[in-house]
């Protein structure tokens, strides 16, 4: 995996998460709100976790990384770091963006 795939894949991550959990994105066809809606109590872990950019960045990266791994981009084995690299790109870049 060169370096320039691993921050593209980053911002590819972290633009999904950031759309999944931002209230104001409704995404194609409305699907983020959709998703954001299925979970609405306030009291319940997921709702509170599809609503946080760091949550949903570590699902997202597990995704991403299994489609490297489907691409032959990465090998398997190092399937792990490159999960926990990405997800945390993805919350240095959203902590970043916050200030």
Known sequence: MTWQTLLLSAFGVYY???SI???DIDGPWSAFRRL???WTAPSDWKARGIRCVVCVSC??????TLGLI???MIDPWQSWLVWFGLAGLSVVIARYWQR
Not at 59 to 64: D, S, T
């Open 59 to 64: 699902w997202i990266a597990l995704i991403w």
């Open 36 to 38: 954001r809606g299925v």
């Open 21 to 23: 959990a931002s209230e």
């Open 16 to 18: 999904l998460s950031y």
């Open 70 to 72: 489907g691409l032959g």
